[in-house]
Each structure stands twice: as structure tokens, then as C-alpha cells.
């Protein structure tokens, strides 16, 4: 188990947020909307993937139901938003209401083993998603003066924010001594409790800050699109997305998930003009090889690479 | 309140289907501890297969399963062999784990394949008898479905008998009790996973015949399959094949209650709703050990 | 001449083990908790792939062999804690038992054979096993392995947790089985019962073999009486 405060993850965080620093300056450069939507959507999906990354890479639960939170954030966020709140706040309220939603959930589903949670929070997701799907049917659309008033750039630069916070605190938590904790639950949880870690509180703090960064995710989302249907925003595919840009690009690390999400909506986009969802099956088949046989992800075989390079 | 009845007969009628594809699910879980999150999407094969074998070949729908019973076992084969035999090396939390997320490509990957190959539209098989229906104490209950749940019971029977009574049936439920015992007896645990799966998926093909013939197939149906299986699993818990077809028509039956007293969009959400609640109390669901 | 010959080294729990077991012999491996008794024979039934060394049966070295695979070559072990499956009957056990083919070609004979042993098989059978008593789940375990028709029979603490009564009963048919011609090799914490069954016993000290010979001479042996069968020795 190497300490996350180890020079070569330094490194990468400190290369990202400078990259994500560079990026700040890309509006200047262009005017072109297709990129800057382009470059949005990994923002928002580096925040997705970091987020849930954070659950699963650290303390090694495995969420399926990370769209929920997602989609109570897009949520709150959109309903306080059209109420006349401003967008920063509503985001926040979206991430506490994220965060508070998933405390009694946590508390209850973490007695569970692993499998049994992942299926569970699975079903919640669903029960979510079904629920808002009944409730608000109709399309979420601004009204016609925001819409004259919607400023592209506004989004990208909160999207940079959020990636950027992501990043940090991914980073933050790997390096404190609650993410030295979570990652002893994560080998072997009894163990680490019976070390006195207090595996509960310490996976309840991974989830609150999990679920309250997909929240902001969420809320962000909200902000970015003009119409929409809420329930689109409970659906899995942001889970599964997120599962894949994580794992893909080495689970656990601070660099994997960005990494993975850069690929990932890299090739999808590249995809999606002439083989739409065919991007599930090269990713499905790249996840399942690298749980087979790369479990650290891309991040791992770039490590493997470089041993390579140094023996020889 | 012929009207409700109407609507329990429908769940019971679902329900046998329900309890079929929850009793591959078990076997394979019972047996290899892997929860294959896949399942779904065999069904899901299942029902298309059956779809080509009447639009291509011409088979009568029910007869169709001559031909997809082997081919599931067979795909089951080829799975454990490429993908579920490499994690059951594993201890079992790491199993559990790598075989969940596993499980979870393959379902991603047999979804987007299936969109791709034959799009995202609902299919239903048309036979001449489709429409068939017998009136029973003035309720109808349509010809198709009655014989679908007659075969998902039979199927069932068949699986107990083979459990209790072929060597390798007993060698597998030796297996999901102590594997180590079981390789003490002289039993090749490995051999036994493989059978175990092949038969599970051997299962989840079977139901997807039965459901493309009654109600229809569309690549979507894999995740709702595999939700369905899944609370079916959770309350009847495992060791039981019968048990585990019971839950699944109380689980039909629920939804049909629910249907009615809260209307249709929240049929779904019960099932769900009672997987969540029995998880919580009692992982080891009712009727399990 | 069928001889079980295991040389064993692990460096964790055990070293540089050899001990032996001859067609016939019932032999005893004594020893304290944790000295590796158990760690052998699961070794040598396979379930634990030895780090060093060989197993002999027969002219092959069992080392490398697959558990199921042993069991068919006429090795069984009835392990610690009975390790029974809860949920079927005893008569399912039995059938079970007598998995391989070499089992299965003399499996009416062995039945006899394992009712005439333990009469309350018969009587049971239709019992699941978990609601038997710890002595009869013993019998059914030890019944379990001899269906399968083996050579040796290995018995990883079959007293644990037994009431002497049935401790004694067991034993007395161990002794029963062995003369009909299945060695045995027997792993015990209860030194005076394990050396008044064995022919031969090894003494086996955190991971060493500290005595062997005949089970008389080291029942009179002074260090053996004193660790083991003394009135200030700790037995379990």
C-alpha cells in the first residue's frame, strides 16, 4: 500500500491542475461552442468519476446507485435555480441535499457485504429514477429570458472549478489520515477495525463527500442544459459511466479517473456520430480485461511501461 | 374487485417467470458465490434468440427452446471459461467483487451489442395462437402465458429432481455448502462451477424464451431482468429451488397489489422497494437457511 | 507396498518434516496447539500446496495432485470440525462419499461396511445432518470418508468436541477399520487416547518432529509423559 503523499501522485496532481489551469484560457482562444461542450463534458465527467472514486477507490464500496445523488443534485439545484436562487447556491443545496439523502442510506446499507451493496444502492437508484420519472414527466425547460441570457462560458469556467475542487480533494483525502484509514478498510475491513480505525464514521465521511460532489456534478448539469427531463438525470448510465472512467483509468489514484475520463468521453464522442452506444462495447470489453488481468487500470500499465523501460 | 383478481392472475402469471430467472441467478450464487449482474442480459439473449429462431426458421416459439436450451448451456460454458472461471481462483470477497464488476461489463457489453445488432425496438413473437385465452370463474387468462408458467414450473421440478437425484447434482450442492469438504469427497469443485453455470445460464435462456413469447424482448429488458431476479433472490434466499419459485410469484403478486392500489408506474417500484427492506433486515432473505 | 512417505517444509509452520506411514499401521502425530499437525495433513490431502518436499504414496509424489484428484488415489481425511454439508441427510453423505470411480465400483460393499461400523447411519439416514449431535456428525464424517473406499484414512482431531463416550466408540471403530486393511494416520491433541490406538506416533513441536517410535515406549518416554500425559500437562 504506498501512501497517496508519494512524489509520482504529487506529480500527476499537480500536471492536472496546472493542465485544468491552461484550459481556463480556452474560451479566449476560441469561440467555437462545439469545443468548449466538448471540453465541458470531461470536466463534468472528471467530477463524476472523481467523485465516485472516492467511495470505491478508497474505501472499496462499490456504489451502483451514484445517480441518484447525481440526479437529486441536478435536482434541487435546477427547482431553487428557477425559483430565483442564485446558480452557486442552489448548487450547494443540491450537494447538501445529495449528502443528507445518502447519510440514513450509508448508515443503513453499509452493514451490508459487498455484493449485497452494490445491488442495494442499485435498486435505490432505480426506485429514484422510476419515482421521478412518474412524478415530474414533463420536460424541465428555462424560461425564454435565461435563455437569451444563457452564456456558455459561465458553464465551462464552474465546470473547470468542479473538476479542479474534484481533484483537490481527491488529492486532500488520499493524503489525510482518514484516507490512510479508508484505504485499510478498503484491504480488509476487519482488520482495520479491529486496529480501531472505526470503519463506520470513516465510510460514512467517504460517502458524504462522494455523494455531495456527484450532487455538485449534478447541479452543474442542471445549470448546463436548457431542457432537459429530470428523471434523465437518475439515470444508471451516470453510474456506469462513472464505473468505467474510474476503473479504466486505475481506481483508487487521483490521476485514474481523470485519465479514464478523458479517454473515455474522448472515444465515445469520436464514437458517437456513426456507431452510437458501440463505445459500451469496446469500453465494457477494456473494463473487463483490466479487472481480469490490470486491476489498477491504465494508470497501472503506464507504471508497467516504465519498469519496463528501466530494467532494460 | 374482479378486476383485482383479474390483475393477481396476471402476477401470478408473471411471477413463475419471475421465479425462473431468479432460480439461475441462485444456483449460480449459491454455488460459485458470484452474483453474475449479467443475468439479465442472458435473458434478454434468450428472448431474442427465440425471436430469430420463429422469424428465420419458422419454429413454433416453445419449440424454439429445442434449440436455445443448448445453445445457452453452451454460451454458459464458453463464459466460465473466458471470463467467471479466472475469478473463482479468488477468496471469496475478492471473487465476490471482481465477479460483480465483471459481471457488470459483460452486461454493459451484451447491451450495447444488442442495441447495435438489432436496435433499441420492443419485439413480440406473433403466433396464431397468440391470442388465445381461457376464462376461468370470469377471469381471463391468456393461453400463452398459463403455458409459460406451466413450462417455468416444470423446468423448475426438473431442476430440484436434478439436484436431489444426478451425481453432479448432489456434487454441486455439496460444493455450495463447503467447497473444501466438497474436494475432500472427491468432488472436482471446478468441474462442479462449471456445470452450476452452464446450468444457470442454461436457466436465464429458458426464461427468455418464455418471455419474448408472452410479453416481449428489447435490449432493456436485461437490467429490469436482472432487478427482478435479484429481489426474487433476496427474498427467498438460496438453497431452494422451489422456494425460490414461490418468491417469485409472491413477488408477481405483489406488484399486481401494488398496480392496484397505487397504479401502474409504480409496479416496479414495490418490488423494488421490498428488495431494499428485506436486504436490510435480512441479507439471508425469507426462506433461506 | 503402499506407503505414505511425506517430507515436508514450509518455512511459516513447519520444517523439515519426514515422517511415514506403512500398509496396516495406524500412526499417531501428537503435539500442542499450533504446532502444524493440521498444516501437514492438509498438505497432504491437498489442500495446502507444500512450499518444499515431497509425498510419496505409491511411487508418486503427491505434491502437486489436485485434493479430488488424492482422494481417488485412496487417501481420505475426515478434517477438523467435521466440515459436513448442514443441509443434506446422512444418507446423501454417504452416496456422496463414494464420488470417484474407484469408489463408486465397490460402493454396496462399502455401505455395508460403514452401517455395520456406525448401525445409527442406517437408522439416520434420512436425518439432516445439522440436527445431529457433534459425536454423530463425527461418524457421519468419518463414514463420508471411508465410501470412498481409500487406503489411508487420515483424521485431522476427531476427538474435539466429542463426548468421551463417543470418543471412545470412535476410536474403537477406528481400530475396527484398520484391521480390515486401511491405514491410518491420525492427528490428535488427546495424547493418551492417540497413543493407545497408534502402533507408532511422531511428537510434533512448533514444527518439528521432537520424538517418534512406538506409541509404548513413548507413552513410558520421561518428556512425553511430562508435556503430555502428566498431572500438570496442559491437554486441550
Known sequence: MTPLANRRELAWGAGILLSLAALALLPLATRRDDVLNFVFLILLSITLAESWNMLAGYVGQVNLGHAAFFGLGALVARTLWSLGTPIFLAMLAGAAAAAVFALPIGAAAFRL??????????????????????????????????????????????????????????????????????????????AAEASGVGALWLKLFALVLSTGLAGLAGGLFAFYHISYYPSHAFSPTWTFDALLMTFIGGVGTVHGPVLGAVVYVTLKEYLAVRWVDFHLVIFGGIFITIVLLLPGGLVQAGARVRRLFHRS | MSALAQQIVLGILIGGLYGLAAAGLSLVFGVLKVLNVAHGELIMLGGYAA?????????????????????????GVVLYGALFGFVVRANEETREKNSLLIGFGLALVLHALAVRLWTADERSIVTPYGGAVITVAGLSVPVVRLLSLVIAFAVIGGLQLLLTHWRWGKAIRATAEDWQAALLTGIDVRRAYLLAFAMGTGLAGTAGVLVSVGYSVSPSIGLEWTLKALIVVVLAGLGSMIGTFVGGILLGVAEALSAAAFGGPYREVVGLVIFVVVLCARPRGLFGR | MQALEASYGDVRVLSAVTLSVAAGEIVALVGGNGAGKSTLLKSIAGLLPPRAGAI???????????????????????PEGRRLFAGMT???????????????????????????????????????????????????AIGRALMSNPRLLMLDEPSLGIAPRLVRTILTALAEINRAGVAVLLVEQNVQAALTLAHRAY??????????????????????????????????
Open chain 3, 56 to 78: 510419496r504414496w505409491e511411487g508418486e509424489d503427491l505434491a502437486r495432485v489436485g485434493a479430488h484428484q488424492i482422494v481417488e488415489r485412496g487417501l481420505a481425511m475426515v
Open chain 2, 51 to 75: 425471436f430469430w429462431a420463429v422469424a428465420l426458421l419458422g419454429m413454433d416459439p416453445f419449440g424454439s427452446l429445442v434449440l436455445v436450451v443448448p445453445l445457452s448451456l453452451l454460451t
Open chain 3, 203 to 236: 511428537v510434533l513441536e512448533s514444527g518439528r518432529i521432537t520424538a517418534e517410535g512406538p506409541s509404548a515406549a513413548l507413552l513410558s518416554d520421561a518428556h512425553v509423559r511430562r508435556a503430555y500425559l502428566g498431572p500438570l500437562a496442559t491437554r486441550a
Open chain 1, 113 to 190: 457485504r459487498g455484493a449485497y451493496f452494490a445491488v442495494g444502492t442499485l435498486a435505490l437508484g432505480e426506485i429514484l429514477r422510476t419515482t421521478v420519472a412518474n412524478v415530474l414527466p414533463e420536460i424541465s425547460t428555462l424560461p425564454t429570458a435565461d435563455i437569451g441570457t444563457y452564456r456558455l462560458s459561465h458553464r465551462y469556467y464552474l465546470a473547470l472549478a468542479l473538476a479542479s475542487l474534484s481533484v483537490v480533494m481527491a488529492g486532500l483525502l488520499g493524503a489525510s489520515r482518514a484516507g490512510l484509514g479508508m484505504r485499510a478498510i478498503r484491504e480488509d475491513e476487519d
Open chain 3, 90 to 140: 446422512v444418507q446423501e453423505h454417504l452416496d456422496l462419499g463414494a464420488f470417484t470411480p474407484r469408489a463408486r465400483a465397490v460402493r454396496p460393499a462399502s455401505l455395508e461396511r460403514v452401517h455395520a461400523l456406525f448401525p445409527f447411519l442406517h437408522e439416520r439416514r434420512r436425518h439432516v445432518v445439522r440436527s445431529l449431535s457433534g459425536g454423530q456428525q463425527q461418524m457421519v
